[in-house]
């Protein structure tokens, strides 16, 4: 059995994180979305809400389950016997920020492969970043994103980020 993750923030999920994990389950028998806690960069969303959401997108797909973690991402793969770390690639330039990434995490745990998805065309432009600019200034995400994230991100907005989502935005 080959167990894959696929690590991220995840802030918000959007329909590129999405068709590249229900392409990963196609090819590993279980994908494990790897939701990380703590990045550097600001968020939303908090580790709960994102696991929240992110286990949402996923709730008709056993194949694929939702944890979150700290720390380096293939220390996390070897604690949960994942073989394989999964990546998208939606852009050139994200390319060379993949490839030392991958490179460094073989340096690490060399029993460990990386595998880089391309991103189906239609979702080349899309980033978390990207979506959460569009939602703030008031744009439509609904094509970006799956219903429950978009009304997730009107709550956020509108709530000024601080409060936590209700339990209907999170299940």
Do not use: C, W
Request: no cysteine.
């Amino acid at each position: 059995m080959v167990k894959a993750i696929f690590p991220g923030t995840f802030d918000p999920i959007h329909y590129g994180h999405i068709d590249i994990a229900r392409r990963a389950a196609r090819l590993f028998d279980e994908v494990v979305m790897a939701v990380y806690d703590k990045p550097l960069k600001t968020l939303l969303f908090s580790p709960e809400e994102r696991i929240a959401l992110v286990k949402q997108a996923f709730a008709d797909n056993r194949k694929v389950s939702v944890m979150g973690y700290s720390g380096l991402t293939v220390e996390f793969a070897r604690q949960i016997g994942a073989q394989v770390i999964v990546r998208g690639l939606r852009v050139f330039s994200d390319f060379e920020f993949e490839f030392r990434m991958a490179l460094a995490n073989q340096r690490l745990t060399p029993d460990i492969e990386t595998i880089a998805l391309i991103t189906a065309e239609q979702h080349t432009f899309l980033s978390s970043s990207t979506v959460k600019e569009i939602a703030m200034l008031d744009g439509d995400v609904s094509s970006m994103v799956p219903p429950f994230v978009a009304e997730a991100l009107r709550h956020k907005i509108s709530n000024g980020n601080h409060q936590p989502l209700p339990n209907a935005l999170r299940d």
